[in-house]
C-alpha cells in the first residue's frame, strides 16, 4: 500500500484545511486508516481513525467535534476535515494503515507502532 498526504499548509486561527490521503495498491477492505501528527520535539500522537469497510470512527477525544475523518472509497482516499484550527494543531500531519486485526478492531487505533504503512506527512501551520 502506498499513501500519498497532501492538503496542509498555513492558516490563521480559526481556519480549516482538509487533509487527503491517497491510496495504491491493494484493497484495503482489512485495514483501517489513521491520521496522526507530530509537532517538533513531540511524540507522533493519534488523531482520529476510520474503518475502512464499515466505516466507523474514533477519535482523540480533545479534537472531537472540530476534526472529522472520512474516506471516499470510489477514490481511495482519506479525508481530515479540520475546523476552528489552533496554534497547537501545527504539526506535520501522517496517515497510515493498519489491519483491523492487528488494531484489535478499532480499540488500539490509537498505536501508531501497529500501523503497516505510512504516507510521508503533510505540513499544517496554524497562525495566531
Known amino acids: 500500500v502506498q499513501l500519498q498526504a497532501s492538503g496542509g499548509g498555513l492558516v490563521q486561527a480559526g481556519g480549516s484545511l482538509r487533509l487527503s490521503c491517497a491510496t495504491t495498491?491493494?484493497?484495503?477492505?482489512?485495514?483501517?486508516m489513521g491520521w496522526f501528527r507530530q509537532a517538533p520535539g513531540k511524540e507522533r500522537e493519534f488523531v482520529a481513525a476510520i474503518s475502512w469497510s464499515a466505516g466507523g470512527t474514533s477519535y482523540r477525544d480533545l479534537l472531537k467535534g472540530r476534526f472529522t475523518i472520512s474516506r471516499d472509497i470510489a477514490k481511495n482516499t482519506v479525508y481530515l476535515q479540520m475546523n476552528s484550527l489552533k496554534p497547537e494543531d501545527t504539526a506535520v500531519y501522517y496517515c497510515?494503515?493498519?489491519?483491523?486485526?492487528?488494531?484489535?478492531?478499532?480499540?488500539?487505533?490509537?498505536?501508531?507502532?501497529?500501523?503497516?504503512?505510512w504516507g510521508q506527512g503533510t505540513l499544517v501551520t496554524v497562525s495566531s
Open positions: 495498491g491493494r484493497t484495503l477492505s482489512r485495514y483501517g
Open positions: 497510515g494503515a493498519v489491519l483491523l486485526s492487528t488494531a484489535m478492531y478499532g480499540s488500539r487505533w490509537y498505536d501508531p507502532a501497529l500501523y503497516e504503512y
